[in-house]
């Protein structure tokens, strides 16, 4: 019997899941109430931090964390050139702009060095945040990154989308050890799912407090942060412009019950990662992920780096012949400076290790329902498309 279609990622739901959703269904509360604050408390639990705010989606998250560290017109934000463009859009939802950091060509990844260039290109503005994000679930050295974004004055925010159940220098990504904040997606191709969904974790308890007024409209109700005292029962302030963020029940119901399975999602996706190495160590044309040092990943894509030209191929010759054989890969990214939008505004300013990378990366299928013997599967396939 042919296998189904592998695609690049995808979520894994069971009863357990249907049942969390299914209880929410039949209460009373369906929009942001006690399966919200249930599933904060447990994501503060799981990744050691003081605060963690639920909202809509991973770039809201993104949104109410510049915001909330006041990241406004006339600022400047340094992300990292290979990234999903909301990382970036993020800061210019602020009225800030962004300069562009080179990333490792073998790791995809900002690195104390390309952040220190990207801060020399920094002139006539203020750097008000960097963003480093944890490209396929991998970190860098955070606190080298805190230390450089520190010296310049600027904050640090992880986007850490990909990286949920990593540990770097022993301690959870989310922990916020070496950073102002962290912000997660729960969408589905993510290590857990809520359908749409985001959180950001802090340990600054003035900044958890004022995301949760951002997410909700700016829209105080704790009668201990009145600005007008009133203490009339129908009473709230909309202290500052804010938007709605929200997480529903529903959704977080969902996201709970996946992060109960953390552990065992983890415990998968490093299993079938180490198969994709074994079966790639040595390999004439296709590289492994290049490992960070002193990081644990829980990985959420497995790029891997392909010789095109030394295979006298290409890149979408190889996709459609994947494809044809009933296996998925994507692109992990197209550098955001690159993109129709960000190139009107700023010119091209794809720099040279993001193109590198951008050149050779493909990611093969990683997701938690992987049966084990599919990275042969895949790389058995690799081979035949590459001519091997
Ligand atoms: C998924 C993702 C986001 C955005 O998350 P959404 O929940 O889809 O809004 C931001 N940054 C990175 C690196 C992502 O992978």
């Known amino acids: 019997m042919p296998r189904a279609f592998l695609p690049y990622g995808r979520q894994s739901i069971d009863d357990s899941d249907i049942e969390a959703v299914a209880q929410v269904l039949r209460s009373d509360w369906l929009t942001t109430g006690p399966a919200v604050d249930a599933f904060e408390a447990d994501f503060a639990a799981c990744t050691g931090a003081a605060h963690a705010i639920a909202c809509s989606n991973g770039t809201t998250a993104l949104h109410l964390a510049l915001a909330g560290l006041d990241v406004g017109p006339g600022d400047v934000c340094i992300v990292p050139a290979i990234t999903f463009m909301a990382t970036a859009n993020a800061a210019l939802y602020c009225g800030a702009d962004v300069v562009f950091a080179d990333v490792d060509a073998t790791t995809g990844l900002m690195t104390p ?23 396929a679930g991998q970190c860098e050295d955070m606190a080298a990154m805190r230390e450089i974004a520190s010296a310049a004055g600027a904050k640090l925010v992880e986007d850490a989308c990909h990286a949920l159940g990593t540990r770097q220098a022993g301690r959870p990504v989310g922990a916020c050890d070496h950073s102002d904040a962290a912000c997660f997606s729960f969408h589905p191709v993510k290590t857990i799912a809520a359908g749409e969904g985001g959180m950001v974790t802090t340990g600054d308890a003035a900044l958890a407090a004022r995301l949760r007024r951002l997410r909700s409209h700016g829209i105080e109700r704790d009668p201990a942060r009145m600005e007008q005292g009133q203490d009339d029962p129908w009473w709230h302030e909309m202290q500052e412009l804010g938007w709605n963020y929200r997480l529903c029940d529903v959704q977080a ?86 993109q129709p939008w ?39 396939a690799l081979d035949a498309v590459l001519g091997g």
């Open 113 to 135: 060095d390309t952040l220190r260039q990207a801060i020399a290109r920094v002139s006539g503005a203020r750097l008000r945040a960097v963003l480093p994000v944890h490209l």
């Open 342 to 380: 960000y190139r009107r505004r700023y010119g091209d300013q794809t720099p040279p290790g993001a193109a590198g990378y951008y050149q050779q990366t493909l990611s093969l299928p990683l997701f938690t329902d992987m049966a084990a013997d599919d990275p042969a599967r895949v790389v058995a």
């Open 253 to 338: 119901a969902l996201a709970r019950s996946q992060l109960r399975r953390l552990d065992r999602f983890a415990a998968k996706r490093k299993a079938l990662a180490a198969a994709y190495d074994a079966l790639l160590a040595g390999h004439p044309l296709v590289k492994a992920l290049v490992r960070t040092p002193d990081c644990d990943p829980c990985l959420h894509l497995y790029p891997v780096r392909i010789d095109f030209a030394a295979a006298d191929t290409d890149r979408a010759t190889i996709m459609r012949a994947l494809q044809a054989r009933g296996i998925g890969s994507q692109v992990h990214y197209i550098p955001v400076p690159s």
